[in-house]
């Protein structure tokens, strides 16, 4: 089959690789859709511990079934697919306490964990436990149905703050997962959302997401902006989709007086905090990493027809023109938000 296969930074290669065999208890799909993550991005750059060459990425992607190992009956061939990329041990500590998303034994679909590395999506086929699969209903698009499992992280985000009826919401990074964010805030009832993003055409997508105000942080102090248009309260509720010293910062001075900052970028290694403030308000932090039961739920709203995840696709190409596109993204040459390649 014909595969992308990353060899190391700044090299990813269309070449022909043996097509893989389902074992017992698992089922090779036929990839319809693969979409690129800012994390196979960074692989890419050479910059990730959890991409180690040779490895084919793909962890967002949906298919149709192509052949059955010995032994599944909960699938067909010919179903259309997709498949929850954690394979979570379910006997650590970890699992066992329902943190299954942070299982350290796991290993995940189109990465490389301490477990060890497991051939992802950007390929014309690729191998799941049948047990990790999930029916993709009709009238959900290969395209969006790739599209999940980033909608599942923010799901799962989102559940950290409970609800956000009636709430003023702000989101750093207007990418794939704060776009995302944007939608689903909306989705969930906020009542004003504030996107923050310093490319202008992300902005223009944040606000076809459904994005109230959009402010760019290069022009404006984006804290200072929020805290006008709210009386100087403050948003309830702040999502971090980008991670960096600066918008850790700024996060924690728009949050209100006892509202939350949810943490989903993974931009600095380390950054500082204004610790005594953070107490004296009763700030609360909170880190949050991939999904549990969350892409079932993100099947749901898609099904629904009441989120429209394709608009923030700009990009479809053919698999072969991977190395190109790998390029222009990690390059700034391509102005793509979320690209989706096609095998
Ligand atoms: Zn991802
Ligand atoms: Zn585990």
């Known amino acids: ?107 995940i679909i189109g990465t490389t964990m301490k477990a060890g590395s497991y051939n992802g999506a950007m390929a014309e086929y690729v191998v799941a436990p049948a047990n990790k699969i999930i029916p993709l209903p009709d009238n959900v698009s290969f395209n969006a149905g790739a599209l999940i499992e980033p909608l599942a992280n923010v799901l799962h985000a989102i559940k950290h703050v409970g609800s956000l009826e009636g709430k003023d919401v702000a989101v750093y990074g207007a990418g794939p997962i704060g776009l995302l964010t944007i939608m689903s805030a909306k989705y969930f009832g906020a009542k004003r959302v504030f996107a923050m993003e310093i490319l202008d055409n992300r902005l223009e997508m944040a606000k076809k997401c459904g994005a109230d105000v959009v402010i760019n942080p290069t022009k404006e102090k984006a804290s200072h902006v929020i805290r006008k248009m709210t009386d100087d309260v403050g948003v309830d509720v702040v999502f971090d989709a980008v991670g960096f010293a600066e918008t850790v910062k700024d996060s924690a001075e728009m949050v209100r007086n006892g509202g939350t900052v949810i943490w989903i970028g993974l931009g600095a290694a380390t950054v500082e905090i204004d610790y005594k403030s953070a107490v004296a308000r009763e700030l609360g932090f909170k880190g949050t990493y991939m999904y549990i039961t969350e892409m079932l739920e993100g099947i749901e709203i898609l099904k629904s027809g009441k989120m429209n995840v394709e608009q923030i696709i700009t990009g479809v190409y053919p698999l072969s023109e991977g190395p190109r596109v790998f390029e222009e993204l990690v390059s700034g040459k391509s102005k793509d938000i979320k690209v989706v390649l096609h095998p």
């Open 1 to 107: 089959m014909k595969a992308l296969v990353f060899y190391g930074a700044g090299d990813i290669r269309y070449v022909d690789v043996e097509t893989p065999e389902p074992k017992p208890g698992e089922v090779l799909i036929r990839v319809k859709a693969v979409s690129i993550c800012g994390s196979d991005l960074n692989g890419y750059r050479g910059k990730s511990p959890f991409r180690v060459p040779p490895l084919i990425m793909g962890h967002e992607f949906s298919g149709e079934v192509a052949k059955l190992g010995e032994g599944v009956t909960n699938v067909k061939v010919g179903d259309r697919v997709i498949v929850e990329t954690n394979l979570y041990c379910g006997t650590c500590a970890n699992c066992k306490a329902g943190f299954i998303n942070i299982c350290e034994n796991r290993k």
